[in-house]
Structures are given as structure tokens and as C-alpha cells.
């Protein structure tokens, strides 16, 4: 409710209609561009909410960190959907009948935009700082939005590949990153005061 007091509330209800809207047409598209575009148009609002709305004295800073890292790892993803597009392959549900076969490497650069905002352990800088200075309520958008469009983005991307990479040591890799994380996590936390952080 604090958050939302005063003439801001109309342009916060705003950015949650478009963030459901980015939301929506990011877990229906097909086309590889699409599902790309509307991934990084869903984190808009959230940009929003922790810079305009936030409470942290460091909250510009915290959306210096979320735009670098999204930036940073969506770019491989990026370039790597541009490379298979000219191959004319832009649908994702007839990626597996095409001839393309897809490395460990070509799958590493194609799930690093997912890992930093499932967060896994390495690429989760970012987000103890965002959800410091967020509002509260931003706070669980956050959580919310990106946990889910992290593991759909990796569910999907698990779909693109064949049945020789899905068990190869990458993804084993990304499984560890990912028990690591929580033990690490959960034994730092046991030492924090601020429990936002």
C-alpha cells in the first residue's frame, strides 16, 4: 500500500499490466526472436519498480547491476538465435527436426540469460542488491517473475537440444552450480542481520 500512494499508483498498476502482458507473450511464442524479445521486455517493469519505486539509498546502483547482467549474458543468447535464424530455423517446436546440432558450448551460451535470472550460483550478484533496495511488494515480483521465466526459458531450451547433449556434463555442471548455491546460500545466511538480503 505505501508503495503505491499518490498519483505514482496509476503508473505502478501500469507496469504490472505490462508486465503481464511481456509475461503472456513471452511463455506463448514460438518463434525464437519472439520469445527472446519478450523476455527482456518482461524485466522492463521490474527495472521500474526497483528504481522508481524503491526505498534503498543504493537502488540506482542495484539497476546498474540488473541491466549489466541481463545485458551481459543475453547477448550470446542473442547472437546465437540471430546464427539459427539465418539457417531458417525460427520455430521452436520444429527446432528438432532440423539438421543443427547443438554443442555443450552453443547450450551454455544459450541458457546464460536463464541462469542469471533463475540465479544460479556466479551469475546471482545482482540480486541480493535488487531485492535490498526494491519495495517490498517489488520484492516479490521479483522472486516471482523471474524464478518463472528463468525455469521456463531452461525447460525450453532443454527441448531444443538432442538426446546426445542432454546428458552431457554441462548440464551436469548446471546442476551442481545449483546444489552449490543453496548450501552456500543457506550457510550465509545463518551470519546476515538484514533479512531482505
Do not use: Q
Amino acid at each position: 500500500i505505501l508503495m503505491m500512494e499518490g498519483n505514482r499508483m496509476n503508473y505502478m498498476m501500469m507496469s504490472f499490466y505490462f508486465s503481464m502482458l511481456f509475461l503472456v507473450l513471452f511463455f506463448g511464442s514460438d518463434d525464437l526472436l519472439n520469445f527472446l524479445v519478450f523476455f527482456e521486455l518482461s524485466m522492463l517493469p521490474i527495472f521500474l519498480l526497483i528504481g522508481w519505486w524503491g526505498k534503498g539509498k543504493e537502488r540506482m546502483f542495484s539497476n546498474y547491476y540488473f541491466f549489466l547482467y541481463t545485458l551481459v549474458t543475453s547477448l550470446p543468447m542473442f547472437m546465437l538465435i540471430l546464427k539459427t535464424m539465418t539457417l531458417g530455423m525460427e520455430s521452436m517446436t520444429l527446432y528438432n527436426y532440423y539438421n543443427l546440432k547443438i554443442t555443450w558450448f552453443m547450450f551454455l551460451l544459450l541458457v546464460l540469460g536463464f541462469l542469471t535470472k533463475l540465479p544460479i550460483y556466479g551469475l546471482h550478484i545482482w540480486l541480493p542488491k535488487a531485492h535490498v533496495d526494491a519495495p517490498v511488494g517489488g520484492s516479490m515480483v521479483l522472486a516471482g517473475i523471474l524464478l518463472k521465466i528463468g525455469g521456463f526459458g531452461m525447460m525450453r531450451c532443454f527441448m531444443l537440444m538432442g538426446e546426445e547433449v542432454k546428458m552431457t556434463y554441462s548440464v551436469f555442471f548446471i546442476m551442481f552450480l545449483g546444489v552449490w548455491g543453496l548450501m552456500f546460500t543457506g550457510v550465509v545466511c545463518l551470519r546476515l542481520t538484514d533479512f531482505k538480503v
